[in-house]
């Protein structure tokens, strides 16, 4: 398993409308996963990451607090495959527990939890997307000498992306 930082979400236009959740190689390669997402689960996620509490529970957060009524507690999300396109996920309870679950779900309930989220290698060696990023700012907020020139670059990939090139590949 690969450990991963959860960058975020983005809205890859134009070719969809659907906002994709990007985890990112903490190490090595450093490579990105891009796995699309519902905007329900988008949202769910900026708000965990931003630490929101809300009056009554949501589900992922429903799902935590069930956990640990019943005396378990999340040790880490994995990313486990990519089956005909659709990711899959477990979550990872102490004492060895694994939950099958939607990568969004897991992922925000990891970030809730604080826990680490990892990614399989084979997932990566799929549908890994490498790019240059500088510094240690990896979604721009910071500008660096070249920054628009950097940007009209991402843009012209992100215009060449097809959906196909995340789908299965013959060996």
């Given at each position: 398993?690969?450990?991963?930082?959860?960058?975020?979400?983005?809205?890859?236009?134009?070719?969809?409308?659907?906002?994709?959740?990007?985890?990112?190689?903490?190490?090595?390669?450093?490579?990105?996963?891009?796995?699309?997402?519902?905007?329900?689960?988008?949202?769910?996620?900026?708000?965990?990451?931003?630490?929101?509490?809300?009056?009554?529970?949501?589900?992922?957060?429903?799902?935590?607090?069930?956990?640990?009524?019943?005396?378990?507690?999340?040790?880490?999300?994995?990313?486990?495959k990519l089956d005909n396109g659709v990711f899959h996920a477990d979550l990872v309870?102490?004492?060895?527990?694994?939950?099958?679950?939607?990568?969004?779900?897991?992922?925000?309930?990891?970030?809730?939890?604080?826990?680490?989220?990892?990614?399989?290698?084979?997932?990566?060696?799929?549908?890994?997307?490498?790019?240059?990023?500088?510094?240690?700012?990896?979604?721009?907020?910071?500008?660096?000498?070249?920054?628009?020139?950097?940007?009209?670059?991402?843009?012209?990939?992100?215009?060449?992306l097809d959906p196909e090139d995340f789908r299965d590949r013959p060996?």
């Amino acid at each position: 398993m690969v450990p991963v930082n959860v960058e975020g979400v983005a809205l890859v236009a134009p070719w969809s409308t659907s906002p994709v959740m990007l985890l990112r190689e903490l190490s090595g390669r450093q490579r990105w996963l891009p796995i699309v997402i519902g905007a329900p689960e988008a949202e769910a996620l900026v708000t965990a990451q931003a630490k929101v509490n809300h009056p009554r529970p949501t589900t992922v957060e429903l799902i935590g607090e069930v956990l640990a009524v019943f005396g378990h507690r999340l040790a880490r999300v994995q990313v486990t495959k990519l089956d005909n396109g659709v990711f899959h996920a477990d979550l990872v309870l102490d004492k060895g527990v694994r939950i099958s679950a939607r990568p969004s779900d897991a992922v925000v309930l990891g970030v809730r939890a604080d826990v680490p989220v990892e990614v399989d290698e084979g997932v990566f060696d799929e549908v890994g997307v490498e790019f240059e990023v500088l510094g240690d700012d990896p979604l721009g907020t910071a500008t660096p000498p070249d920054a628009e020139e950097q940007v009209a670059e991402f843009r012209e990939l992100l215009d060449h992306l097809d959906p196909e090139d995340f789908r299965d590949r013959p060996s």
